[in-house]
């Protein structure tokens, strides 16, 4: 599971969902450090998100690996309806009072957004039918933050609240591994390839 490379909606921490945006110049550094990263790693197959961010993060990795992406919707970011492409700071300014609300659960979400176990129901299908038709293969997920952390608290049958617990940044890689029919994870927000994660000059910018 890859996220993809910085956005602006990254760098300025916004609710960027399902708007589709670009790759930063810097995001475009980082799609191909990825993409070195990748390169000893025997994809199989490619599964990339429709959103253009996505898809700019993956053409490196097709350049280097020679595996040609297939688009997969279920892979798209949560929708975040009416706080759509908002800072934090702009959606509480027009919602405080409505968004622990929105946010405290996974049947409830912002108006004409989409509801966690929404995104979980489309999530599950993919990644079933993944694992069933490409058993013993490796599978590359070019996605978003949204859909890595939920496939990673459903694989470890994590609280709800834990998808805000843990971070993941942009370009980085997370690592499920089937084994013995238990699925493990084996890294998990890994952007060692992207400088020294414990040097905060050169960390990966975080999003919300």
């Known amino acids: 599971m890859v996220r993809h490379a910085e956005t602006p909606g990254s760098l300025e921490r916004r609710f960027t969902g399902s708007t589709d945006v670009e790759l930063t110049p810097d995001g475009h550094r980082q799609a191909e450090e990825l993409a070195q990263r990748l390169r000893a790693v025997r994809i199989d197959v490619m599964h990339v998100s429709p959103l253009t961010r996505c898809q700019q993060t993956a053409a490196p990795i097709t350049a280097v690996t020679g595996r040609k992406p297939t688009i997969v919707p279920e892979l798209r970011e949560v929708a975040f309806g009416c706080i759509e492409n908002m800072t934090i700071g702009e959606a509480v300014e027009a919602y405080g009072d409505k968004l622990p609300a929105w946010f405290g659960g996974e049947d409830v979400c912002p108006p004409d957004g989409e509801t966690w176990n929404q995104v979980g129901e489309r999530l599950k299908t993919w990644f079933a039918d993944a694992a069933e038709r490409y058993k013993d293969r490796t599978v590359l997920a070019v996605t978003h933050g949204g859909p890595v952390l939920w496939l990673t608290r459903y694989l470890v049958d994590a609280p709800f609240r834990s998808m805000v617990v843990f971070e993941v940044d942009p370009a980085s890689v997370t690592v499920f591994q089937s084994r013995s ?28």
Request: no cysteine; proline share 11%.
């Open 181 to 208: 029919d238990t699925w493990r994870v084996r890294t998990f927000n890994d952007t060692t390839h992207l400088g020294d994660p414990l040097l905060e000059s050169v960390a990966p910018r975080r999003m919300p």
